[in-house]
């Protein structure tokens, strides 16, 4: 007896989300990447969530670790839609010591490992291994068809990327017919692709396994000492040499809009995540978010529209080339090429200028935020000038090497008790 679903609906998607994110320093404190804050009201996981939402999968798990609460409430407030009684799911699966008290996740493939009894009731035969952490949108049912045409052991997701950018991720020589023929991790001399030895295809931690096949290979990578249990260090070199491994193009599956590049962002740095909040402000972003066929779906508050308030010279309620979200009230401040998330109050005479500014921020009386990351629930007081003299911002916040300056509350505590 055939299968005639839908190859999506014999599928899950188990999304990886436990990473802390080091490199957004302070952003990464209080939430795991995957719950950091992106483009107006969404968090980075609601990505990989809703490309398997508008891919057709319906059955979904989300492995948490580091610090998890904010993602964990996130999950439960803005995914709670799914129904058991439509076979639809969407578990957390917090690292709980399943397998025993001294067994938190200790890699990527471990994470699956300690979950193999709840995949197993869910009676898929195909299971799609996400990273949370990354911004793009695709199409995973391609992904799939592609591995049940190619009889794969595991298809791996792949950009195309230049090769001198290659060196900072796990890249994979193919032949011809896209057979992967080896996978190098972080190479200093990465292998070119078989039509054109400029570019390199880099891993972007996606993988679509039979999870009958996975299954037997998690339960072997457990019992082996040596592993540090990783999907990218262990299973997929291991599959490459000794099995059938193909690449999945990302071009051939990605959702764009019509005239526009395949969009795909690691937001991993203060710098890369400022700059993808901001490119959204944009004329013509690259990323559309206002697509209605591949809708990017999280927890909608309940707000109020935003409101502009004052009407004369320098005192004027005024956006330009940004994105207010719900529940903002911008008073008698000028916010140029800014994007500002929920419930963002300014004040009046303030100035932002290429300012990301996450919920429940508070900008007092002439304020001036040039080029800046603003955390959750800061109060930025009277006064207070950032981002025109990088020496002098550095005493008490993060300022990259390209300028980008990062406003928690304790920086500005910090700069407060200076004064």
Partial sequence: MTDDRRLAQRSMAFVLAGGRGSRLKELTDRRVKPAVYFGGKTRIIDFALSNAMNSGIRKMA????????????????????????????????????????????RGTADAVTQNIDIVDSYGIDYIVILAGDHIYKMDYEMMIRQ??????????????????????????ATDASGRITSF??????????????SKALASMGIYVFNWAFLRDLLLKDAEDTNSSHDF???????????????????????????????????????DAFWEANIDLTNFDPDLNLWDRDWPIWTYSESQPPAK??????????????????????ISGTEVRNSLLFTQVHTNSYAVLDHAVVLPHVVVNRSARL??????????????????EDPVEDAKFFRVTDKGTTLITKEMVAKWEAAR
């Fill in 62 to 105: 989300v492995a948490t670790q580091y610090k998890a609460h904010s993602l964990i409430r996130h999950c439960q407030r803005g995914w709670n839609f799914f129904r058991a009684e439509r076979n639809e799911f969407l578990d957390v699966l917090p690292a709980s010591q399943r397998m025993g008290e001294d067994m938190w996740y």
């Fill in 147 to 172: 591995h049940v045409q190619e009889g794969a052991d595991v298809t791996i997701g792949c950009l195309t990327v230049p090769r001198e950018e290659a060196t900072a991720f796990g890249v994979m």
């Fill in 184 to 197: 190098l991790e972080k190479p200093a001399d990465p292998p070119g692709t078989p039509e054109d030895p």
């Fill in 232 to 270: 990218g260090n262990d299973l997929i070199p291991d599959i490459v040499a000794n099995g059938k491994a193909i690449a999945h193009r990302f071009d051939d599956s990605c959702v764009k809009t019509e005239g526009k590049p395949s969009y795909w962002r690691d937001v991993g740095t203060i």
């Fill in 308 to 329: 502009f308030i004052h009407d004369e010279k320098d005192r004027r309620g005024v956006a330009i080339s940004s994105m207010v979200s719900g529940g903002c009230i």
């Fill in 370 to 387: 040039t080029k800046c990351v603003i955390d959750r629930g800061v109060q930025i007081p009277a006064g207070l000038v950032v981002g």
